[in-house]
């Protein structure tokens, strides 16, 4: 009988990426943005709205949310907000319970989250000299996810109107991903004004409504692609007039063409 335990490890951090400590006006907006490594958000004090694809969260203070990569995100300030946020890369999978709603920390979990975020902060504020303060880092950050998965989530959607009304344009263009629609077809499909949809994307995103469109139009392209699709059965499904269209569309968004962006997937 053996007495060994093995150990699987599901996932790893192998980088930080960023770590900033912001202190906002009740005017701030983040400019919405896409990104590959995961992102961790952390209010210590007053509140904010969080934009996550469709979704618009209130976060409050000791609120925390974990962003996919790849997922569009921006942070909108509600009253003064102090936030805390790092991004990671891992190699692995992160338990699906961290991915989706708002974690509510009681003052152990706050206190823990800031003092491995100040290792962060050491970190790569010394320019990553310190490899064993990295794996420090890295370590405590894993344990403090895998305790985490096992609180609930919370969703704290924005129950304001301006937020019902972005999060149901923005849903009617992720359905219409691949339709290649104008501004004023989305605007009909949504019942709202042309100039009140790009109020309502100028106030969570700081980017315009097409702008957006096109982002996830290419989200869904580049996940065709890694399903094994052409340039020209992309082009096709995603009703772009041809595929050489499509190839400076893509080149124009992602600063590569396709045939050059699949060598990342390898």
């Known amino acids: 009988m053996s007495w060994m335990a093995y150990v699987q490890k599901q996932f790893e951090i ?15 907006t983040y400019k919405g943005e896409y990104h590959a490594p995961w992102e961790i958000v952390f209010v210590k004090s007053g509140s904010v709205e969080c ?8 976060l409050q ?16 300030s509600i009253k003064n907000p102090s936030v805390l946020i790092t991004s990671f890369i891992i190699n692995g999978e ?8 708002i974690f509510a ?14 290792r962060i902060y050491a970190f790569r504020e010394r320019g990553y000299a310190n490899a064993y303060l990295g794996q420090e880092a890295a370590n405590r950050l894993a344990a403090f996810l895998i305790r985490l998965s096992n609180k609930s989530s919370e969703e704290q959607l924005s129950l304001s109107q301006t937020a019902a009304e ?12 691949c339709e290649n629609l104008s501004l004023p ?31 996830l139009r290419i989200q869904h392209a580049i996940i065709l692609m890694k399903n094994g699709m052409s340039a020209s059965q992309i082009a096709n499904t995603m009703n772009f ?3 050489n269209y499509f190839s400076v569309f893509f080149k124009k968004h992602t600063g590569e063409l396709p045939s050059q962006y699949r060598k990342h997937f390898k």
């Open 14 to 28: 192998t980088a930080f990426f960023s770590s900033y400590k912001f202190d906002w006006d009740d005017r701030y």
């Open 241 to 243: 007039s041809s595929p």
């Open 61 to 76: 203070e000791n609120d925390l949310i974990i962003h996919a990569p790849m997922e569009f995100h921006s942070i909108r």
């Open 105 to 118: 920390l009681n003052d152990k979990y706050c206190t823990e989250f800031t003092e491995i975020f100040d």
């Open 185 to 215: 077809q989305i605007a009909e499909l949504c019942n709202i004004s042309v100039s009140y949809i790009k109020l309502l994307f100028k106030k969570y995103t700081r980017i315009t409504p097409m702008e957006y469109y096109a982002n």
């Open 51 to 58: 934009i996550e694809d469709e979704r618009v969260y209130t």
């Open 94 to 101: 992160l338990p699906g319970e961290l991915k989706n709603g």
């Open 166 to 177: 972005y999060r149901k344009v923005a849903s009617v263009m992720a359905d219409n991903v």
